[in-house]
């Protein structure tokens, strides 16, 4: 069918946009579309933290001096705004700094504890679990050998797997103390297609859906989510998220934190100990009293402080720049359900489709996807056009974007087709993690992703969709929707509607 040209809404104001236009003018001609692999830091960000660094001293906060008090004082205050950003507090959720979203996960996959009490009288009948959607990180794949070998049992789900799971109706059990613990692990959005998966899980997780034989708890990855949205911890109450802030802001790179419910706190048994992290601690015997509050437990050595301390003109600077946070989202939703339906009309002159689009939803909503657009192209003969290729031309018009995998091979699998197998054949032949390998028998090993942050215009939009069309489409292009478009979104639509009854972003 003849398509209308798609149009993109103008979501902030010509002074909110002129605004972010004049803290990102050093992007020059640059169009950098790659949000979700890091943010770029805004020019009043930089020049608060240098002129904080330069009108104060700061020093390492395990001194008792009045400069490390001070310290200190401002490290408690970021760990306040962090949690405030998240829209609950100190009562609710505690906040421990790690080097980023990987280095929580780690973290919690050594100090997960995932029995109790080895004499409680169902010890026969209950089991622990790690169960982890395939859609995931590989920072979570991760934690599989280790679990494993720390005595739970290790089950993936397909894409299909869970959603049938979840539709299913999550009525709480009774609370009762089960002699093990065990844990779904999830992204909050996926950072290969952008759709957001149901927050309204982590209910059903707690209510036992998955095993009614456990104690259960929720590791939200929220990495890649909270780049563009608000995570309310209000609302809903995952036992464990990870975040790294590079993806919120662009700096400081190397620091993350994983957000710990209070109440859940005691699954967690940390067996090392560096410094600042005991009240008292004995050298010529094994016996030390670890410090009482969660993070002084678990932060190992001195903090990264001043990057720590530099977070709150992240947030200030952000706060200043786009005022509500909600409009970031539906801004960067824009742009990417304009990038969507521009690339979809795209067609060859022999009407064969130009754009091989990989999605879990029709965008029309961002309640349910995100600030990504994945892709491959194609020729007009059907064949694939490595994503090497679209990489190079895209760095040759200065373009940036990413390709290949984005370490989440679950998600990577599922979209482009591939068994098993054929992921091992890949290997085989030569290809592996983050090279330019990008065809093996004429199919795609990975795609072209791009994602849309608080900078981006509708003007880089155009200028992709250019350089796509100038370089890689049989001319003339012709723009018309798919016959088999409405179909398709109808059975996107509805296989996420049956199974989102709150996302709450």
């Avoid at 507090?89 to 080097?99: G, H, K, L, P």
Wanted: aromatic share 10%.
């Amino acid at each position: 069918m003849e398509a209308t040209r798609p149009t993109c809404e103008d979501v902030f104001s010509r002074e909110t946009s002129e605004r972010i236009r004049r803290e990102f003018k050093r992007l020059g001609d640059l169009c950098y579309l790659d949000q979700t692999s890091c943010a770029l830091y805004s020019d009043s960000y930089i020049e608060k933290s240098l002129k904080d660094l330069s009108s104060n001293v700061y020093c390492n906060p395990h001194s008792s001096s009045t400069v490390s008090k001070h310290c200190t004082d401002s490290i408690d205050q970021v760990r306040f705004r962090i949690l405030q950003h998240f829209n609950t507090d100190v009562d609710e959720y505690s906040v421990i700094f790690t080097s980023g979203a990987t280095d929580s996960i780690k973290l919690l996959a050594n100090c997960f504890k995932w029995k109790n009490d080895e004499n409680h009288d169902d010890s026969s009948c209950s089991t622990s679990e790690f169960v982890y959607m395939e859609d995931n990180h590989t920072s979570i794949l991760g934690m599989r050998d280790l679990v494993s070998a720390r005595g739970a049992q290790v089950r993936c789900l397909s894409h299909q797997e869970t959603l049938a799971t979840f539709s299913q109706p999550g009525e709480r059990h009774p609370e009762r103390n089960w002699p093990t613990n065990s844990l779904f692990a999830y992204s909050a959005q996926c950072n290969f297609s952008g759709v957001k998966y149901p927050l309204s899980w982590i209910e059903k997780v707690h209510g036992g859906l998955l095993n009614d034989k456990s104690n259960w708890y929720c590791l939200l990855d929220a990495a890649s989510c909270v780049s563009t949205c608000k995570l309310d911890l209000s609302v809903v109450q995952p036992d464990f998220v990870c975040i790294s802030f590079y993806k919120v802001f662009g700096f400081p790179t190397g620091l993350g934190a994983l957000l710990v419910k209070n109440k859940s706190a005691g699954t967690l048994e940390k067996i090392y100990y560096g410094g600042g992290t005991v009240l008292m601690a004995l050298s010529s015997v094994p016996e030390h009293v670890p410090r009482p509050a969660l993070h002084d437990r678990f932060e190992d050595g001195t903090l990264n402080y001043l990057s720590i301390i530099n977070l709150i003109h992240g947030f200030n600077s952000m706060e200043d720049m786009i005022g509500d946070f909600t409009l970031l989202m539906r801004h960067c939703f824009s742009l990417a359900k304009y990038a969507f339906y521009s690339l979809l009309s795209l067609h060859h002159s022999n009407g064969s489709s130009a754009v091989k689009l990989y999605a879990d939803t029709p965008y029309d909503d961002d309640s349910y996807q995100g600030n990504i657009v994945n892709f491959n192209m194609l020729r007009a003969n059907g064949e694939y056009i490595g994503y090497a290729e679209v990489l190079n031309m895209a760095n040759m018009h200065g373009i940036q974007l990413r390709t290949g995998c984005f370490c989440n091979p679950g998600a990577c699998r599922r979209h482009l087709n591939l068994t098993t197998e054929d992921v091992r054949r890949h290997y085989a032949a030569g290809h592996v993690c983050g090279d330019d390998h990008d065809l093996v028998d004429g199919r795609p090993t990975g795609s072209v992703r791009i994602s849309f942050g608080a900078y981006n215009t509708k003007n880089d939009v155009d200028r992709l969709l250019h350089m796509l069309e100038t370089c890689f489409v049989l001319q003339p292009a012709l723009h018309r929707v798919p016959d088999s478009w409405e179909h398709q979104s109808n059975v996107l639509r509805h296989k996420f509607q049956t199974n989102i009854s709150k996302t709450l972003f």
